[in-house]
T-cell receptor, first 116, second 115 residues
Framework: NAGVMQNPRHLVRRRGQEARLRCSPMKGHSHVYWYRQLPEEGLKFMVYLQKENIIDESGMPKERFSAEFPKEGPSILRIQQVVRGDSAAYFC??????????????FGPGTRLTVT | AQSVAQPEDQVNVAEGNPLTVKCTYSVSGNPYLFWYVQYPNRGLQFLLKYITGDNLVKGSYGFEAEFNKSQTSFHLKKPSALVSDSALYFCAVRDASGGYQKVTFGTGTKLQVIP
């Protein structure tokens, strides 16, 4: 049973470019969460999605960041016009359907974004 | 608003000695509590959780944690540390109220087990 998949594992973008981060949840999981981890900082919640629905985006910056989880295909975290401050590790996690965050979350290996 | 505090940025312990990684929490209702471990350049891995029932929870790799409601704590423990336990440990909490409740993670504690 494959775990949570994220790609790419490493992404380098120049300032002003767009970054697209992909996450495929574990089989049978319908809840997806995105987190950002900065060096020496903890894990910061960004957004929680179910298929075709954004449930909680309270951790998303108001501009340049968006997320989706379509009916088919992976969840996408999109960062437009990247700036150096966006450099971080971005983690995706998934959990089973039902009482979403009652369950533990299963994390992917992360995408390390570097903005030059 | 709920919160988690991990008061120690780093914990050093000698191999074979018992280890404790501290966590305190704040929620408006009852808590669900989790511990995760992160190895370098990897995602977080689930260790154990407290939902209800016995206050002492046993998890993966010989780890356990004790829920203490009066002290609002959920410290992670292991009787005998291994060098391979060296990693970053995160405590997390969510309110047990019904419906969607966000999970809040602590800032992490780096555990260094010295051979």
């Amino acid at each position: 049973n494959a775990g949570v998949m994220q790609n790419p594992r490493h992404l380098v973008r120049r300032r002003g470019q767009e970054a697209r981060l992909r996450c495929s949840p574990m089989k049978g999981h319908s809840h997806v969460y995105w987190y950002r981890q900065l060096p020496e900082e903890g894990l910061k919640f960004m957004v929680y999605l179910q298929k075709e629905n954004i449930i909680d985006e309270s951790g998303m910056p108001k501009e340049r960041f968006s997320a989706e989880f379509p009916k088919e295909g992976p969840s996408i975290l999109r960062i437009q016009q990247v700036v150096r401050g966006d450099s971080a590790a971005y983690f995706c996690a998934s959990s089973p359907p039902g009482t979403g965050s009652l369950y533990e979350q299963y994390f992917g290996p992360g995408t390390r974004l570097t903005v030059t | 608003a709920q919160s988690v505090a991990q008061p120690e940025d780093q914990v050093n312990v000698a191999e074979g000695n018992p280890l404790t990684v501290k966590c305190t929490y704040s929620v408006s209702g009852n808590p669900y509590l989790f511990w995760y471990v992160q190895y370098p350049n990897r995602g977080l891995q689930f260790l154990l959780k407290y939902i209800t029932g016995d206050n002492l929870v046993k998890g993966s790799y010989g780890f356990e944690a004790e829920f203490n409601k009066s002290q609002t704590s959920f410290h992670l423990k292991k009787p005998s540390a291994l060098v391979s336990d060296s990693a970053l440990y995160f405590c997390a909490v969510r309110d047990a109220s019904g419906g969607y409740q966000k999970v809040t993670f602590g800032t992490g504690t780096k555990l260094q087990v010295i051979p």
